[in-house]
């Protein structure tokens, strides 16, 4: 919901820095892999117990997703590093649910398994339209320049990293949160697929 909103504040100096990471020769899918081993590093961080290290992998692994596309955008933008990029993503937003539910199973597996089921139908409504639309040729840049179609909804990458940052903060109410993001998760799911199949109904 505030991805769109949020764009205009962080792209001018994600694109500076970008533009003069790109002069170094660094490329973008180095950004995006180290970025992944970070929010990897996360969620072995959390799982241990280490939150507060694991927030901050957080936030650098963040970091590194924005800084890979504006790389990409001050050099040359390729299939493959928009594969990665929402591929790696995914599985980084599935690793740190899943850390929670291994660092406290009794408090925190089923709310986790709720909140992960939540994702998976909302990145599958996500994707499954932005399929759909590279086939019909329809494009949007509302979510800035993306290698795929960016379908709005009310769950997105800023709310689920405001939410990361809060279970890290409050890690006992950990139950609490991912029962409250499922919840909004499932609405957006439905809302996309609703509006997705308005859509695609229209010849």
């Not at 892999?33 to 117990?49: D, P, Q, T, Y």
């Not at 955008?73 to 937003?93: H, P, Q």
């Not at 086939?135 to 379908?151: D, E, I, P, W």
């Amino acid at each position: 919901m505030f991805d769109a909103r949020i764009r205009p504040i962080i792209d001018p100096p994600l694109n500076q820095m970008g533009r003069t990471l790109a002069s170094t020769g660094l490329s973008p899918d180095t950004v995006t892999l180290v970025g992944f081993v970070l929010g990897m590093g996360a969620a072995v961080s959390i799982a241990f117990g280490e939150i507060l290290l694991g927030l901050v992998l957080i936030l650098l692994n963040r970091l590194a997703d924005g800084l890979d596309g504006a790389i990409a955008r001050a050099s040359l933008k390729t299939d493959r590093g928009g594969y990665l990029d929402i591929v790696l993503d995914f599985v980084f937003y599935g690793s740190i649910p899943f850390a929670f539910a291994v660092l406290n199973p009794e408090q925190n597996a089923l709310p986790a398994t709720a909140l992960l089921l939540s994702f998976y139908a909302n990145g599958s409504a996500f994707l499954a339209y932005a399929i759909m639309a590279e086939k019909r040729q329809v494009t949007t840049t509302s979510q800035g320049v993306k290698s795929l179609y960016y379908v709005a909804g009310i769950a997105e990458g800023t709310e689920t990293i405001a939410l990361f940052v809060v279970m890290c903060l409050w890690p006992a109410g950990f139950p609490v949160l991912a029962w409250g993001f499922a919840a909004i998760c499932l609405i957006s799911a439905a809302a996309r697929i609703v509006g997705a199949s308005l859509s695609l109904s229209r010849k």
